[in-house]
Structure formats: C-alpha cells, structure tokens
C-alpha cells in the first residue's frame, strides 16, 4: 500500500472548495509543493481544484508536473476495471 503524504489531496465527492481550501492550507502550513490526485470522472475536478487555487487564491501557484495514467480497481461487484488518472503537482513560488 502507498504511503499516504501530508501535502497530496486526494479529490473525491466532495465540494470542490473544500480541496481548494485543504491544498490552501497545506501551502499556508509551509508546504512547497502539494499534489493534487483523482481519478475516474473526478479528474476533471481535480484540474479545477489546480485551476481555482491558482487563479484565484495563490497566483504564485504553478504547475510543476502533470501525471495521466491507468489504475486497475476493483469494484464493489469484484470484477476489476481501468480507470483514468490524473496526479497535478503544484508548487508554490516565493
């Protein structure tokens, strides 16, 4: 299993403000980097996470990298499927 970082966000069902203002905060807490994660249809949130942090909040926020991939899950019915992913590392210049 993957260690679970400090300074990665992990988007889910909620809000999308909600994990603009804990990528907020990890950033005000001293962090130089935060990586924001998602997959499936939640990847288009998690760029709007990026996007709103950035252009709203921390404009000295860039975008250091970005990761797509595929990820096998398996599903609550046992049969596993691939997924979309996306992994958008932001770093926070002084």
């Known amino acids: 299993m993957e ?3 400090d300074n990665v966000i992990y988007v889910g069902k909620k809000p999308t403000m909600g994990y603009v ?3 907020l905060t990890q950033f005000t807490n001293g962090a130089k ?13 998690a760029i ?3 996007e709103v942090l950035r252009n709203k909040y921390l404009p000295q926020a ?3 990298s970005v990761k797509i991939g595929t990820e ?6 046992g049969k596993t499927i691939r997924v979309s992913s996306i992994e958008i590392t932001l770093e926070k210049n002084e």
């Open 3 to 5: 260690e679970q970082k």
């Open 21 to 23: 203002l804990a990528a």
């Open 33 to 45: 980097e935060v990586i924001v994660k998602a997959r499936g249809k939640l990847t288009a949130k």
């Open 48 to 50: 709007t996470v990026a």
């Open 62 to 64: 860039e975008v250091k």
């Open 72 to 77: 096998e899950v398996t599903g609550e019915d």
